[in-house]
T-cell receptor
Framework: NAGVTQTPKFQVLKTGQSMTLQCAQD?????MSWYRQDPGMGLRLIHY???????DQGEVPNGYNVSRSTTEDFPLRLLSAAPSQTSVYFC???????????FGSGTQLSVL | AQSVAQPEDQVNVAEGNPLTVKCTYS??????LFWYVQYPNRGLQFLLK??????LVKGSYGFEAEFNKSQTSFHLKKPSALVSDSALYFC????????????FGAGTRLFVKA
């Protein structure tokens, strides 16, 4: 029972590079989200999805894209990395709105 | 729009004393409220939730939280703190009007001194 799997765990990018953070869950959860965690700012919602084919913006969506072609996968794309995107990224999922979130182990991203 | 406020960046308490970590929220409708904890270099773990019903909810590791609709608060409490409770605590809110997205507070760091 893998839960929520995020890859990679660590990544270093140069300014302007693009990359995709992968997130997969094997619990058949409809709700999936991406957060970034920065010191003193808590977890801020980037994008979220309430089911396959449905995505919406969160609090800090600029510079990021998402898609949800399957229930299991919810990749986060950085279009042109900037130093301001240096952060720890968490993917999370839940079965229903009144259920807890299950979190991945996080991706530590540095943009130089 | 949804919002969550955790007014204290840090809470210090002596081991064995009661602890309270404060949370207030703003939503358009009826909220689903959650507390999560993050230990150093680890992901977030669920502590407890309020959906409906009894205003006092009990969760993991002896924690409980009190929902107060009139004050729009959901404070986390524990009768007797342990050194091992030292961690970063996050309050979170979810509601139908917000599309069921989950919004987190900025977090409160709890230090329990032996």
């Amino acid at each position: 029972n893998a839960g929520v799997t995020q890859t990679p765990k660590f990544q270093v990018l140069k300014t302007g590079q693009s990359m995709t953070l992968q997130c997969a869950q094997d619990m058949n959860h409809e709700y999936m989200s991406w957060y970034r965690q920065d010191p003193g700012m808590g977890l801020r919602l980037i994008h979220y999805s309430v089911g396959a084919g449905i995505t919406d913006q969160g609090e800090v969506p600029n510079g990021y894209n998402v898609s949800r072609s399957t229930t299991e996968d919810f990749p986060l794309r950085l279009l042109s990395a900037a130093p301001s995107q240096t952060s720890v990224y968490f993917c999370a999922s839940s079965l229903r709105p009144n259920e807890k979130l299950f979190f991945g182990s996080g991706t530590q991203l540095s943009v130089l | 729009a949804q919002s969550v406020a955790q007014p204290e960046d840090q809470v210090n308490v002596a081991e064995g004393n009661p602890l309270t970590v404060k949370c207030t929220y703003s939503v358009s409708g009826n909220p689903y409220l959650f507390w999560y904890v993050q230990y150093p270099n680890r992901g977030l773990q669920f502590l407890l939730k309020y959906i409906t019903g009894d205003n006092l909810v009990k969760g993991s590791y002896g924690f409980e939280a009190e929902f107060n609709k009139s004050q729009t608060s959901f404070h986390l409490k524990k009768p007797s703190a342990l050194v091992s409770d030292s961690a970063l605590y996050f309050c979170a809110v979810r509601d139908r009007a917000g599309g069921f997205k989950t919004i987190f507070g900025a977090g409160t760091r709890l230090f329990v001194k032996a």
